[in-house]
């Protein structure tokens, strides 16, 4: 239990909605950030946000767009959905100490049709 | 940039059998590295971790050994067990850039009884 919370855990989509993404940090944790993780293969980095600025993104286009809120809770927030958007969508959070150590909510299921 | 190299699953193994994951990487400097775990349903969760060369990460078991000359970081059990089956995932972290690790695909691990 790493006390990072997303949600939903489940949703469904068509192509070209829109769509948000919840995450709350761990307690104490002024960093989030966010992975796509497609079946079968490794996290990949989407971006980050440290006390509510964007600090480092991914090869993401910019229909990606999150948002950190002043009690480091974030949103993730995909325009224009593509099929091959659907993936496990996996929030981290860490205390910013720069030592990698990053802290797991369970992830959002998105399954665009 | 920076890679992350993994030996493909499943690896299928029998309770008390000794496992080895390879693990190598590309990148240039000192970057951290970690392996992380990903039980059925589950989020991710740190195994363990390594700062600099040569530094020994160890949890559950589990070691690693960070090998600058060899670029690798291996993991290995003496014994596993059935509720050791899961993914694991090699990845790495730069000090400047702590909130993106670069994972590798993942290999899953399957103990039978």
């Known amino acids: 239990e790493t006390g990072v919370t997303q949600s939903p855990t489940h949703l469904i989509k068509t192509r070209g909605q829109q769509v948000t993404l919840r995450c709350s940090s761990q307690?104490?944790?002024?960093?989030v950030s966010w992975y796509q993780q497609a079946l079968g293969q490794g996290p990949q980095f989407i971006f980050q946000y440290y006390r509510e600025e964007e600090n480092g993104r991914g090869n993401f286009p910019p229909r990606f767009s999150g948002l950190q809120f002043p009690n480091y809770s974030s949103e993730l927030n995909v325009n224009a959905l593509e099929l091959d958007d659907s993936a496990l969508y996996l929030c981290?959070?860490?205390?910013?100490?720069?030592?990698?150590?990053?802290?797991f909510g369970e992830g959002s299921r998105l399954t665009v049709l | 940039g920076d890679s992350v190299t993994q030996m493909e699953g499943p690896v299928t193994l029998s309770e008390e059998a000794f496992l080895t994951i390879n693990c190598t990487y590309t990148?240039?400097?000192?970057?951290?590295l970690f392996w992380y775990v990903q039980y059925p349903g589950e989020g991710l969760q740190l195994l363990l971790k390594?700062?600099?060369?040569?530094d020994k990460g160890s949890n559950k078991g589990f070691e690693a050994t960070y090998r600058k000359e060899t670029t690798s970081f291996h993991l290995e059990k003496g014994s596993v067990q059935v509720s050791d089956s899961a993914v694991y995932f090699c990845?790495?972290?730069?000090?400047?850039?702590?909130?993106?690790?670069?994972f590798g695909a993942g290999t899953q691990v399957v103990v039978t009884p």
């Open positions: 307690s104490g944790h002024n960093t």
């Open positions: 390594a700062t600099k060369a040569d």
């Open positions: 990148a240039t400097g000192y970057p951290s």
């Open positions: 981290a959070s860490s205390l910013g100490d720069r030592t990698g150590e990053l802290f």
């Open positions: 990845a790495l972290s730069r000090y400047e850039s702590w909130g993106k690790l670069q």
